[in-house]
């Protein structure tokens, strides 16, 4: 069992930035590979990235490639946001997923409750 938190969110104004984190739990955790999702009103559950189990392999929806980083320090998953835009508000989601990255939220097995992340124009 992984048991997954965030934090981080709030309102930022566009052009801002946050940090999420995602605090971990599960005696697997390190083996698991994590991903941030996101949500936004009237919206499908989106990718926004992946990190490996060992966290040398990242990769990110095209839509926040450049502004957007993913980084883990075992139990913590992070996503550093910046340059934010109006179409970046959403909740935004960890999870973890055994094996190798996935880009599909329906591959992940475990989920935390979500941060909203409010941006101002």
């Known amino acids: 069992q992984v048991q997954l938190e965030e934090s981080g969110g709030g309102l930022v104004q566009a052009g801002g930035s946050l940090r999420l984190s995602c605090a971990a739990s599960g005696r697997t955790f390190s083996s698991y590979a994590m991903g941030w999702f996101r949500q936004a009103p009237g919206k499908e559950r989106e990718f926004v990235a992946t990190?490996?189990?060992?966290?040398?392999r990242t990769f990110y929806a095209d839509s926040v490639k450049g502004r957007f980083t993913i980084s883990r320090t075992n139990p913590l998953v992070y996503l550093q946001m910046n340059s934010l835009k109006s179409e970046d508000a959403a909740v935004y989601y960890c999870a973890a997923t055994n094996g190798f990255v996935r880009y599909e939220a329906r591959d992940y097995k475990y989920w935390g409750q979500g941060t909203q992340v409010t941006v101002s124009s």
């Open positions: 990190i490996d189990w060992g966290g040398s």
